[in-house]
C-alpha cells in the first residue's frame, strides 16, 4: 500500500522504531527500500521517531555507528535529509557541508556514509504535494546529481529542525494534520525557495567513483569474494595507489577496511536470517573466513557480540 493512501485512511499516524542491528534498522523506515552496513566497533543502537500525513513523511534518525547506507525513498516523492546539528557526511561519495541539506528524488539509489552518533531529520513530500507547489516536473524530472548537496541559510535548517522536533513530539491523540501540514509546508516551500544546488566535484571524481562501484558490483554478484587488495586491484583494472585514492576520497575508509567490513556484514546478515542447517562455520567461509578463531575475535569487535550468539537469537 502507498504512504499516500495508507496515511489518508489511517491519518495521523506516529510511531517510534528502536533497532539493535545496523541492517534491521534499516528496514524500520515507512516505505523506503535500504540496507545498512556497519563502519564502526561496537554494539549499535537506532531510533526512528516517524510522522506520517497524507501526503508527507517526517521523521528523525538516530545511529550510534558509522554506517554505510544504501538508500530509495518510495517512488513519485522528493526527499529533504538536514543533519542534526550541520552533522557532516557524505551522500554518494560528496562531503555535505555545515550550511547544506541533501535532497533526492524517489525511484533513485543514492548512498550515504555517516558518522558515529548521527542524527538526521527527514521530509519527503508526493507528487501531489509538488505539484500544488509548482515544483513537480522540475524537482523529480531533475539530475539527482544536481539536486544531492542543497546550500541552505542556517536560520531556514533551525526554524525547520525545530518544526520537526515540535511535530515529533506531539501525542499522537493531538496531532492535527492540516495545521501540522501547513506549518511545514511553509518550511518547505521557503527550502526549496531559496534552493542552490552545490554541483562542485573533486578532480578525478568520476573516476574514482566508478572504481568504488566496480568493487561493490563484483561483491554483488561473486560466489567467492576477494580477500586481498591485488585482487580488488585486479577486479578494478587500477594501481594500489589509485584504489587507495578513489575508496578514501568517496567512502572515508580504505578499500582493505571496505572489504573486511563489508565481508562481515554479509556474514552478519545471513546468520540474522537463518535456515534450517545454518551454521556460523559455513556462512564464514562463504565469505572468505577461514580462520575462525580470527573471525570470531573481528565479528564481536565490529558488533559487540559472538557470531554464534547472532545465529542463536534468530533461528530462536
Same mark, same amino acid.
Given at each position: 500500500m502507498?504512504?499516500?493512501?495508507?496515511?489518508?485512511?489511517?491519518?495521523p499516524w506516529?510511531c517510534?522504531?528502536?533497532?539493535?542491528d545496523?541492517n534491521e534498522h534499516?528496514?524500520?523506515?515507512?516505505d523506503w527500500s535500504?540496507?545498512?552496513?556497519?563502519?564502526?566497533r561496537?554494539?549499535?543502537?537506532?531510533r526512528?521517531d516517524?510522522?506520517r500525513?497524507?501526503e508527507m513523511?517526517?521523521?528523525k534518525?538516530?545511529t550510534?555507528?558509522?554506517l554505510g547506507?544504501?538508500c530509495?525513498?518510495w517512488?513519485?516523492?522528493?526527499w529533504?535529509?538536514?543533519?542534526?546539528?550541520?552533522?557532516?557526511?557524505?551522500?554518494?561519495?560528496?562531503?555535505?557541508g555545515?550550511?547544506e541539506v541533501?535532497c533526492?528524488?524517489?525511484?533513485?539509489?543514492?548512498?550515504?556514509?555517516t558518522?558515529?552518533?548521527?542524527g538526521?531529520?527527514?521530509?519527503v513530500?508526493?507528487?501531489?504535494?509538488?505539484?500544488?507547489?509548482?515544483?513537480?516536473d522540475?524537482?523529480?524530472a531533475?539530475?539527482?546529481e544536481?539536486?544531492?548537496?542543497l546550500?541552505?541559510?542556517?536560520?531556514?535548517?533551525?526554524a525547520t529542525g +525545530?518544526l520537526?522536533?515540535?511535530l =515529533?513530539?506531539?501525542? %499522537?491523540?493531538? !496531532? @492535527?494534520?492540516?495545521?501540522?501540514?501547513?506549518?511545514? /509546508?511553509?518550511?518547505?516551500?521557503?527550502?526549496l525557495?531559496?534552493?542552490?544546488?552545490?554541483?562542485?566535484m573533486?578532480?578525478?571524481y568520476?573516476?574514482?567513483k566508478?572504481?568504488?562501484?566496480?568493487?561493490k558490483?563484483?561483491?554483488?554478484?561473486?560466489?567467492?569474494?576477494?580477500?586481498?587488495?591485488?585482487?580488488l586491484?585486479?577486479?578494478?583494472?587500477?594501481?594500489?595507489?589509485?584504489?587507495?585514492?578513489?575508496?578514501?576520497?568517496?567512502?572515508?575508509?580504505?578499500?582493505?577496511q +571496505?572489504?573486511?567490513?563489508?565481508? =562481515?556484514?554479509?556474514? %552478519?546478515r545471513? !546468520? @540474522?536470517?537463518?535456515?534450517?542447517g545454518?551454521?556460523? /562455520?559455513?556462512?564464514?567461509?562463504?565469505?572468505g573466513?577461514?580462520?575462525l578463531?580470527?573471525?570470531?575475535?573481528?565479528?564481536?569487535?565490529?558488533?559487540?557480540?559472538?557470531?554464534?550468539?547472532?545465529?542463536?537469537?534468530?533461528?530462536?
Amino acid at each position: 500500500m502507498s504512504l499516500d493512501r495508507q496515511a489518508s485512511q489511517n491519518a495521523p499516524w506516529r510511531c517510534t522504531w528502536e533497532a539493535w542491528d545496523a541492517n534491521e534498522h534499516a528496514h524500520n523506515l515507512t516505505d523506503w527500500s535500504q540496507e545498512y552496513d556497519q563502519f564502526s566497533r561496537g554494539a549499535f543502537y537506532g531510533r526512528i521517531d516517524e510522522v506520517r500525513l497524507s501526503e508527507m513523511q517526517v521523521f528523525k534518525e538516530y545511529t550510534s555507528n558509522a554506517l554505510g547506507q544504501q538508500c530509495n525513498v518510495w517512488p513519485e516523492s522528493l526527499w529533504i535529509g538536514i543533519p542534526v546539528d550541520g552533522q557532516s557526511c557524505r551522500i554518494n561519495g560528496h562531503q555535505v557541508g555545515a550550511q547544506e541539506v541533501m535532497c533526492q528524488p524517489g525511484g533513485h539509489d543514492f548512498e550515504l556514509v555517516t558518522p558515529d552518533r548521527f542524527g538526521i531529520y527527514g521530509l519527503v513530500v508526493s507528487r501531489q504535494w509538488l505539484t500544488r507547489a509548482g515544483a513537480a516536473d522540475d524537482l523529480l524530472a531533475a539530475d539527482p546529481e544536481r539536486l544531492m548537496r542543497l546550500q541552505l541559510p542556517d536560520h531556514t535548517r533551525q526554524a525547520t529542525g +525545530f518544526l520537526i522536533e515540535r511535530l =515529533l513530539g506531539t501525542q %499522537r491523540e493531538q !496531532l @492535527s494534520v492540516k495545521v501540522h501540514q501547513d506549518i511545514l /509546508s511553509l518550511a518547505l516551500a521557503e527550502i526549496l525557495r531559496e534552493e542552490t544546488p552545490n554541483t562542485e566535484m573533486p578532480p578525478s571524481y568520476g573516476h574514482r567513483k566508478q572504481v568504488v562501484d566496480r568493487i561493490k558490483a563484483h561483491l554483488n554478484a561473486c560466489e567467492a569474494p576477494p580477500v586481498a587488495l591485488s585482487e580488488l586491484c585486479e577486479i578494478a583494472h587500477v594501481s594500489q595507489r589509485t584504489l587507495q585514492y578513489s575508496f578514501n576520497s568517496i567512502l572515508g575508509i580504505s578499500p582493505i577496511q +571496505f572489504l573486511r567490513l563489508t565481508r =562481515l556484514n554479509r556474514v %552478519r546478515r545471513r !546468520l @540474522s536470517a537463518p535456515d534450517t542447517g545454518t551454521t556460523v /562455520s559455513q556462512v564464514a567461509a562463504d565469505w572468505g573466513f577461514y580462520h575462525l578463531g580470527q573471525f570470531a575475535q573481528d565479528y564481536r569487535q565490529l558488533f559487540g557480540e559472538a557470531p554464534s550468539v547472532t545465529l542463536y537469537r534468530h533461528a530462536a
